[in-house]
Structure formats: C-alpha cells, structure tokens
C-alpha cells in the first residue's frame, strides 16, 4: 500500500517570496514516481513538475523545483517568487501500478 | 483547447434520475481514468481503463457505471445516487496507465445530489 502525507493544511506567503510544501510518501515499491498538481478554485488539476525514484536529479520546471530526499522518503515542492496566481490547492501524489494516490493538499494563499 | 474535456462543468440531480458525465481527450492518450473529489478528502480514483478495457474498478458502488466506448471518450452513467455521492468528479487521460507519466486531468464535474 502507499501512502503520501501532507501535514501543511494551509500556508501564507508573500508575494516574490519563495514556499516550500512538504510531502512524505511510504511504498515498498523500488520504482515509482511523484508528481506534484495545483488544482485553483476553478476546479482543474494542473500537472506541475515529476519526480522519477532513479533520477539523481532534483526535478526543476521554471519556478517549481522538487526537493527530493530518497532516503527520507520526502519530496517537497518549492515555488519561487510566489506570484498572486499562485493561490491554489497543491497536491503530492505518487504512482503505484494503476493508481495514482493523492496527499490531502496544502492551500497556499499570496499576499502582495 | 484543453487536452481533456468534460461535460457538464456543473449537474444537480435528484436521487431517482439518471444523468451521465462525459470526458473527452485530444492527446491520443491510451488510458482514461474517473476520481472523486470530496470536500475535505484526497482524491479517490474510481476506474482505470487502458485501451478501452477496464482494469482498475476501485470497490465503487455499482450505481456508478463506467462506459469507454473508445480510446478518447469516456463516460460515467448515474443512477439512484446518494446525497453522500456529491462531490467534484474529475476525468484524467495518460499515454500509458502503468508508466510514470503525468495524468492530464479536466475541469471537472461539479455534482450536486438533492
């Protein structure tokens, strides 16, 4: 079974200022990838950045990067220099087999 | 033009009708897939179809009928649903449902049950 936590349920940030949200994931799995979504509150999910379980890398999509720490099971989105749009539900997710397995989201809200 | 697209944007239904949710994808992916999204919980994939055939069935209440008539149509047939059946449903397509690529997803569904 797998498992992704997400313990921030909400986060402030200001505008220009970077965030990072935090995700921890369980699985016995060797392969398996994380992927990061925002969903606004017009209701779609938006695919972000992945995070491939061999990639040495850390995964860097413009202004989103993941902080992945393989052996602390941990895989955290930083945003830099948060924008107004950036207000949004943001999920962690991880794949195993079929299914996708979604944290239960972090809300961001940037102030100017 | 988004990749996946659903229909209706919003549903109210009473617990007798039936009613159907479509999804639509442009990306020539091979897999389709249905989740629910309640207030305050994690998405909850619902079916998994790969090429047209259904190979994921997330113990989802039968009042809830899948349909993949094609690799870029799918549907979701309701009937006899519960108020607890309201949420946000949510279509999604990959290019291949075990590999570790992103799932594009619609807008969404806004269901209401009365």
């Known amino acids: 079974a797998q498992k992704i936590t997400q313990t921030q349920p909400g986060m402030f940030v200001q505008e220009k200022e970077a965030v990072t949200l935090d995700c921890t994931y369980d699985t016995s799995d060797q392969s398996y990838g994380l992927f990061w979504y925002k969903q606004p509150s017009s209701g779609e999910m938006i695919f972000l950045i992945y995070q491939g379980s061999y990639d040495e890398q850390n995964a860097t999509e413009g202004r989103y990067s993941l902080n992945f720490q393989k052996a602390r099971k941990s895989a955290n989105l930083v945003i830099s220099a948060s924008q107004l749009g950036d207000s949004a539900m943001y999920f962690c997710?991880?794949?195993?087999?079929?299914?996708?397995?979604f944290g239960a989201g972090t809300t961001v809200t940037v102030r100017a | 033009e988004t990749g996946v697209t659903q229909t209706p944007r919003h549903l109210v239904m009473g617990m007798t009708n039936k009613k159907s949710l479509k999804c639509e994808q442009h990306?020539?992916?091979?897999?389709m897939y249905w989740y629910k999204q309640s207030a305050k919980k994690p998405l909850e994939l619902m079916f998994v179809y790969s090429l047209e055939e259904r190979v994921e069935n997330n113990s989802v209440p039968s009042r809830f009928s899948p349909e993949c008539p094609n690799s870029s149509h799918l549907f979701l047939h309701l009937h006899t649903l519960q108020p607890e059946d309201s949420a946000l449903y949510l279509c999604a397509s990959s290019q291949d449902p075990q590999a570790n690529q992103p799932q594009h997803f619609g807008d969404g569904t806004r269901l209401s049950i009365l």
């Open positions: 990306l020539g992916h091979n897999a």
């Open positions: 997710a991880m794949r195993g087999g079929y299914k996708l397995s």
